[in-house]
């Protein structure tokens, strides 16, 4: 069993959906990256968190430390939010980064 | 201010053959990790340096090392290549060790044949 698992692998919506991407972990953490990642590679840093609610713009990141799971919000989706998004964790001990497979998002106009 | 910078953004190398990679932290950054990207495995961690010392290590073999000079910019370095080590190499900076927001740089696509 992976250490951080996402879900869903794929998802497709349609502009102005509200979308909900998942991660779980199974070890100890100090915090919780998301990262958006665009066709052509370039990683960009969406929210670091460690304790309750961030929001940024139409992003909404939480996360629940005793249930091991934080989501990913986007309101109001659109095309340019298509993308890779990616659920990174800073394991507890050593501080190393182990990272979710990915969440395929397409958003359909 | 500058993003990360990583060169060369492509490298095409032969089994066998050794390769170092670059990586320019945004200024005043003094922790760099490293990641390798590939379809199958993922995103995975392979080491983090913050002023010149390496603070951790994820799971690769001995064949990939790195380093990181006093003005924090950092190299790593992969000897006897082998086919599967073509994947996207990653670096990112950050402005301390351990949990902080990282920058990504754009990557180096190694192609190893």
């Known amino acids: 069993k992976n250490e951080v698992e996402q879900s869903p692998q794929n998802l497709t919506a349609q502009e102005g959906e509200f979308i909900t991407i998942n991660c779980s972990y199974s070890v100890g953490i100090s915090a919780l990256h998301w990262l958006q990642q665009h066709p052509g590679g370039g990683i960009v840093s969406l929210f670091m968190l460690s304790s309750g609610k961030k929001k940024h713009g139409r992003l909404i990141a939480t996360i629940n430390i005793q249930e091991k799971h934080s989501s990913l919000h986007i309101t109001a989706s659109h095309p340019r939010d298509s993308a890779v998004y990616i659920c990174?964790?800073?394991?507890?001990?050593?501080?190393?980064?182990?990272f979710g497979a990915g969440t395929i998002l397409r958003v359909k106009s | 201010k500058a993003g990360v910078t990583q060169t060369p953004r492509y490298l095409i190398k032969t089994r066998g053959q050794q390769v170092t990679l670059s990586c320019s932290p945004i200024s005043g950054h003094r922790s760099v990790s490293w990641y390798q990207q590939t379809p199958g495995q993922g995103l995975q961690f392979l080491f983090e340096y913050f002023s010149e010392t390496q603070r951790n290590k994820g799971n690769f073999p001995g064949r990939f090392s790195g380093r990181q000079f006093s003005n924090s910019r950092s190299e790593m370095n992969v000897s006897t290549l082998e086919l599967g080590d073509s994947a996207l190499y990653l670096c990112a900076s950050s402005l301390a060790y351990g949990t902080d927001t990282q920058y990504f740089g754009p990557g180096t696509r190694l192609t190893v044949l």
């Open positions: 990174a964790v800073v394991m507890e001990y050593g501080n190393k980064l182990v």
